[in-house]
């Protein structure tokens, strides 16, 4: 084990009963289905619609803005996917039998959250330019990084970093702007 993977260790340690009791609202089988939904969309279909549909609401104003959106996904993707396989933290469900996972992961490793990483990134950008968009990007993506922890797919800390990547992306493409 490295350094990184001895601190997330700990970490995991001592974020396991908070993720414990976040999971157990997914025995709520509305909370369970509206998380999974969620989760789902934070997949990617909510973001590729949204790309689509930013051109068609708001004209030719919303196509650079889209173009960097989607240079800042795709940054987005690479970075967690290289953090992922760098530091290869376990997934609370895996890790802790008390954990039940509610869904199924896209990959194994849960460090950083991807959809969080991306649901901010595509929000924070998507609102700058178009804040009449903000009504339903800020909860879609609060409901996304809370799924991954209810959904006992990552620890509290998975969607910090995740949703701190994702400004800093996000960030960098209003600056591009």
């Not at 039998?97 to 990483?117: E, K, N, Q, V």
């Not at 990007?137 to 620890?155: F, K, T």
């Not at 998975?158 to 209003?174: K, N, P, Q, S, T």
Request: with cysteine.
């Amino acid at each position: 084990m490295n350094r990184a993977q001895l601190v997330l260790a700990r970490f995991d340690d001592a974020e396991y009963r908070l993720c414990r009791g976040l999971n157990r609202a997914a025995q709520r089988a509305w909370v369970r289905a509206t998380l999974q939904i969620a989760s789902r969309l934070g997949d990617g279909v909510l973001w590729y619609v949204l790309l689509a549909a930013l051109p068609l609401l708001f004209g030719a104003a919303a196509i650079r803005p889209a173009l960097i959106m989607m240079a800042t996904g795709l940054a987005g993707l690479l970075i967690y996917r290289r953090l992922k396989s760098v530091l290869v933290r376990e997934r609370p469900f895996i890790r802790y039998p008390g954990i039940t996972l509610a869904m199924a992961p896209l990959d194994r490793y849960s460090f950083p959250s991807g959809h969080t990483l991306h649901a901010v990134c595509f929000t924070c950008q998507a609102v700058a330019h178009f804040p009449v968009l903000g009504w339903a990007l800020v909860p879609a993506a609060a409901l996304i990084a809370l799924s991954r922890v209810v959904l006992g797919l990552h620890y509290p800390t998975d969607v910090l970093a995740g949703g701190a990547i994702g400004a800093l992306l996000a960030l960098c493409g209003l600056a591009l702007a």
